[in-house]
């Protein structure tokens, strides 16, 4: 490695900046942690204790939607979540707000979600990840997204796709075969196309070589958006994803355990078709404010 600390792949898959104490392969690891789990996202101290005892792996802390801009978290809702549940414990930060960052950091968060749903601080410019201890969260919609955030520092991966609430999956479908269909065409590459691919996706060529190799993103990938059901859940899990996210309106219901436990089941038991069975009954009166309406498919269709 060079002495001024360029980020750099190795063959054992660990990318490490020399400046740090904590190099990449520990944030990878801590990311590992989470497959196979549902991370869900929660806005109060009631939804991160339902979402802890219904078996989520991780919470992640967001503001109340609401009109205008969206910044990240207050730090004493971050504190009083943290002391009050066992699981980790997320949060999110506008895109390229490196401060937000630091001050999560600083609060003790677990993962950082440099999250593109909120409002963007700086449009040109993603933060150095790898400037902190704390593993990063990225969203993507294709391949070359994916590993220029990997690049810049990212341990997950969150391939996203509706962000409006309104429980329609069709866009995170679309993102993740997208990932997944690119990610084929690259494996079935000789290495002098692998040359031209990595620059067709604009993405660093020894992180698309380590893609090729491995057959799959060199950090996990979870799916999120448009996930309110178990058969959503066992759906992204089955076409390759390491887990998923699900957004705060699952709690906006009679019975948010039930709907919650069931999508933990599925995400676990994604290929038991008795077990989904068992999870997707009796939600259909807990989904009724999830259903889209005409008004609101035409609504997501102008969009």
Excluded: W
């Excluded at 869900?40 to 989520?56: D, F, H, M, P, S």
């Excluded at 997204?145 to 990212?154: D, F, K, M, T």
């Excluded at 997950?156 to 997208?178: D, F, P, S, W, Y």
């Excluded at 699952?250 to 919650?260: E, W």
């Amino acid at each position: 490695m060079d002495e001024d600390g360029a980020v750099t792949v190795y063959n054992s898959n660990a990318i490490t900046d020399a400046k740090k104490k904590n190099p990449f392969s520990i944030k990878i690891g801590l990311a590992q942690m989470l497959r196979g789990g549902a991370i869900l996202q929660v806005t109060n101290l009631r939804a991160a204790k339902i979402a802890e005892e219904a078996g989520a792996c991780a919470v992640i802390v967001a503001e109340p939607t609401r009109q205008g801009i969206r910044r990240m978290p207050d730090p004493s809702l971050i504190k009083e979540i943290k002391r009050a549940v066992s699981i980790p414990v997320m949060a999110q930060s506008r895109v390229g707000h490196f401060v937000e960052a630091q001050i999560l950091e600083t609060v003790g968060v677990d993962y950082i979600d440099e999250s593109e749903i909120l409002a963007t601080a700086d449009e040109d410019n993603f933060i150095n990840k790898h400037n902190f201890r704390c593993p990063f969260i990225c969203g993507c919609q294709n391949l070359g997204e994916a590993l220029r955030r990997v690049r810049e520092g990212a341990a997950m991966i969150r391939i996203q796709g509706e962000i409006l609430g309104h429980g329609n999956i069709a866009e995170t479908v679309k993102n993740v075969r997208n990932v997944m269909k690119e990610i084929r065409v690259l494996n079935n590459m000789d290495e002098d196309e692998v040359f031209a691919f990595a620059k067709k996706i604009a993405a660093p060529y020894d992180l698309v070589a380590q893609t090729k190799q491995m057959g799959r993103l060199p950090v996990v990938q979870f799916a999120a958006g448009g996930i309110v059901t178990p058969a959503d859940a066992a759906l992204m899990m089955q076409l390759g994803c390491d887990g998923i996210f699900v957004g705060h309106e699952v709690f906006d219901c009679a019975d948010p355990h039930k709907r919650v436990r069931a999508i933990v089941q599925a995400v676990r038991h994604y290929n038991d078709p008795h077990v989904l069975v068992e999870t997707s009954c009796g939600l259909e009166d807990a989904m009724r404010e999830l259903n889209l309406s005409e008004d609101r498919i035409q609504q997501f269709g102008v969009d």
